[in-house]
């Protein structure tokens, strides 16, 4: 029996054509850092960039997963302009794990169609040079969730995604893996304790911070390392020339 399903209005994924999402401008107002780079917003994201390199001052490659108390907190865009972010600096490689097995978000905001990606991946389906997609943006690579699988826990949890991890961290200076909602699922915990480090995105003004605390501890609790914490939807006037 398959572990996996994809949604009826998608139907059966395709494997990604070498190179087709080199070829996608990156549109969505979103992505701040591409889109408007002398922002504020923009600026938030390279501090963010800033402080997680100083965090890792040898610069050995680094595994990072970004989570949310709830939903909706803002994981996936600031897992992508945190790669974007990450790629301006010289030589740096970076990769996005779509790890959100439930609702995935992140060729939705990159422009793309959607592909076989991490759930093939790990059901021996599909090669890594096959799932693995460089975007237009020099540096960045994601590899997206693919078929939403029924066991999603089932997939994370397994020694194939232990070696993925290993693996990427041999090609790639970061690898940022956007997860659900820590509230909801095991996911990110399960995530968190194979990772170097955990980001917990907030929503300003909307979370309330017993959820916030409840997160955090949970994931500690797990095994997992929270290094920060990315505020998101903060009013700030924007300077930009």
Known sequence: MSLLRSSASDGPLEVASPDEAKRVPLEREELVVIKRPKSQQAEQFRTLRNSIVALNPEGAPRTIVFTSALRGEGKSVSVLNLALALAELPGIQVAVIEANLHSPSIEKYLSLQRRQGLSELLSGRLPLDQALRALSVNGVSILSAGSLPRNPSELLGSDRMRTLLRTLK????????????????????????????????????????????????????????VVGICMTGTELENTAV
């Open 170 to 225: 041999q090609r790639f200076n970061y690898v940022l893996i956007d997860t659900p909602e820590s509230s909801t699922t095991s996911d990110a915990s399960l995530l968190g304790s194979m990772v170097d480090g955990i980001v917990l995105v907030v929503r300003c003004g909307q979370t309330p911070k017993n959820f916030v605390d409840s997160a955090h501890n949970s994931l500690e609790t797990m095994g997992g390392n």
